[in-house]
């Protein structure tokens, strides 16, 4: 099983529900968010685009991040294709956040609050499950997965633009998606063999 | 610095510098990398000027059999670089978990090198062992591993195939020449400057015509930085005309080749002390070893996730 992801640029409406649902569920600090929104303008008047891009780690197949990792850290699940940080294992070298195309990583150097009152509650709670001096991404909310769930971010979606599954499931709906309308990678010169496909907004 | 609202009290708040600079930097076509240069990560930067001029000033010093060299090669890499090198780490105190993965990663292979050169290098000076039998084996594991101490810190930049301007075969042979001049520098800068049983001569020449082929490398790598694709011809726009071009021009270009080569040209003219000279040609070099290491590192940009005319075109 290979789990992963196809996200339709053309339903996308850039209302950065994911990266809210995702700040949600993982509690992480400000300036760190597992799953942003890009946006891109280009072309000149009347004739403008405009286009979000919602970027999340790729769970790529070739994992650039745990090539470079001296630890042993930044891991691949071999049952499904994540790709996850063994805090516990992490030195904070930044050679991941060096190596991630994609700008999934994230350093966790000063513990910062939202707010100058202090975390609340919530905050408290969640932000106890983050260690600092480590690198985190996005693991597919695993937590989720075992309860039988997708994660925030496409559950969340109120467009359904993000769609997760199994892609070497050749009748999953990820795989018909990519077959049939067109499903591409980022950056694919790279040779990481993302886990997330885009389909084109222009179809 | 940036502002923001306070919802609650409707004041203006002032933004915190580094999320001000993320968020700026997310909005760009071409990312800078922020993590190995920017706050505590100048750190890696100092780490590797030490630990390269180190291996360098190691081997010179070996190979001229001056041990004041040697000692002052083993404080640079164990002492400065080492404690750079932990200074720098997230989580020092797991430090030793670096070693497990020699198979895979440069970095740890470079921790592998500093600890063999720093068993070594030590053992190698002590009089017990430099009168015995295991001398010759001791002394050249040091010079092995001072070797890939100089071979491994390109390697690390050039491994990230996110920033195509490190990611180039180039790196690595500038990152040991580099090393080599340093470590030259370094020894040069020590005999002018109160120390004694070197012919700094001999040395001398061989600086001259390493800083002459540094500044060749240089001139090679950005012309075939330019020919790599969009993010790598940002990077050589931002040192050569760009936020960076003032330490490229000032450090690496002025006091790295230009003064080493005025200096050793104008040597009559100037009338200087031999010794003096060459001390000043060797701080010299030093200041541009570390101007084109921070420079090479600070203009490292990130492929770009989407190109600026449409998705998905490589950068």
């Given at each position: 099983m290979r789990l992963g992801m196809v996200i339709d640029l053309k339903r996308c409406i850039g209302c950065y529900g994911c990266q809210i649902a995702c700040k949600a569920e993982h509690g992480t600090r400000p300036g760190t968010t597992y799953a942003r929104v890009v946006k891109r303008e280009w072309g000149v008047y009347p004739n403008v685009k405009k286009l979000s891009i919602p970027v999340l780690c790729?769970?790529?197949?070739?994992?650039?991040?745990?090539?470079?990792?001296?630890?042993?850290?930044?891991?691949?699940?071999?049952?499904?294709?994540?790709?996850?940080?063994?805090?516990?294992?992490?030195v904070g070298c930044r050679a991941c956040v060096m190596s991630c195309p994609y700008g999934a990583r994230y350093f966790q150097d000063e513990q910062r609050d939202y707010f100058d009152t202090g975390e609340n509650e919530y905050?408290?709670?969640?932000?106890?499950?983050?260690?600092?001096?480590?690198?985190?991404?996005?693991?597919?909310?695993?937590?989720?997965?075992?309860?039988?769930?997708?994660?925030?971010?496409?559950?969340n979606c109120m467009c359904k633009a993000r769609i997760f599954g199994d892609l070497e499931d050749p009748n999953s709906e990820v795989s018909r998606l990519i077959r049939e309308e067109g499903g591409f990678q980022l950056n694919p010169e790279l040779g990481t063999d993302p886990s997330v496909y885009y389909l084109p907004p222009d179809r | 610095m940036g502002e923001r609202i306070d919802w609650r009290t409707g004041e203006t708040m002032a933004f915190p510098d580094r999320l001000d600079l993320q968020r700026q930097d997310l909005s760009q076509v071409y990312r800078p990398q922020r993590e190995w240069i920017d706050g505590r990560g100048l750190l890696i930067v100092i780490a590797h000027f030490f630990s390269g001029i180190g291996a360098g000033a190691w081997l010179w010093s070996t190979l001229y059999d001056f041990?004041?060299?040697?000692?002052?090669?083993?404080?640079?890499?164990?002492?400065?670089?080492?404690?750079?090198?932990?200074?720098?780490?997230?989580?020092?105190?797991?430090?030793?978990?670096?070693?497990?993965?020699?198979?895979?990663?440069?970095?740890?292979?470079g921790i592998w090198s500093i600890g063999i050169f720093g068993l070594a290098a030590v053992a190698s000076m002590l009089p017990a062992v430099r009168d015995s039998a295991a001398a010759p084996v001791v002394l050249g594991l040091s010079v092995l591993a001072a070797t890939a101490i100089l071979l491994y810190e390109g390697f690390v930049y050039a491994a990230s195939r996110a920033i195509p301007f490190w990611r180039t075969r180039l790196l690595p042979v500038l990152y040991i020449a580099y090393g080599l001049r340093g470590g030259a520098a370094l020894l040069l800068a020590v005999a002018a400057f109160g120390g004694s049983g070197f012919d700094v001569r001999a040395v001398e020449v061989i600086k001259l015509w390493v800083v002459v082929s540094t500044a060749v490398l240089i001139l090679l790598y950005l012309v075939s930085s330019t020919r790599s694709g969009g993010a790598a011809r940002e990077s050589v726009a931002q040192l050569v005309a760009g936020r960076i071009s003032p330490a490229f021009y000032g450090g690496t270009v002025l006091a790295g080749i230009v003064a080493p080569i005025a200096l050793a040209l104008s040597r009559d003219a100037l009338g200087l002390p031999e010794l003096v000279l060459l001390g000043a040609i060797g701080l010299a070099s030093l200041v541009g070893d570390f101007y084109v290491k921070y420079c090479i590192v600070k203009a490292g940009v990130y492929v770009p996730l989407v190109a600026a005319e449409g998705v998905g075109s490589p950068g």
């Open positions: 790729m769970h790529c197949a070739e994992p650039p991040c745990v090539e470079v990792c001296p630890t042993g850290a930044s891991q691949k699940r071999s049952e499904d294709g994540i790709v996850f940080v063994e805090s516990d294992f992490c905050e408290q709670a969640l932000y106890a499950a983050h260690q600092a001096g480590v690198v985190e991404k996005c693991d597919f909310c695993r937590h989720r997965l075992e309860q039988g769930q997708e994660p925030a971010c496409s559950a | 041990p004041m060299g040697q000692a002052l090669a083993i404080g640079c890499v164990i002492g400065l670089s080492g404690v750079a090198h932990m200074a720098f780490l997230g989580r020092w105190d797991r430090f030793w978990r670096m070693l497990r993965r020699p198979h895979q990663s440069w970095i740890s292979r």
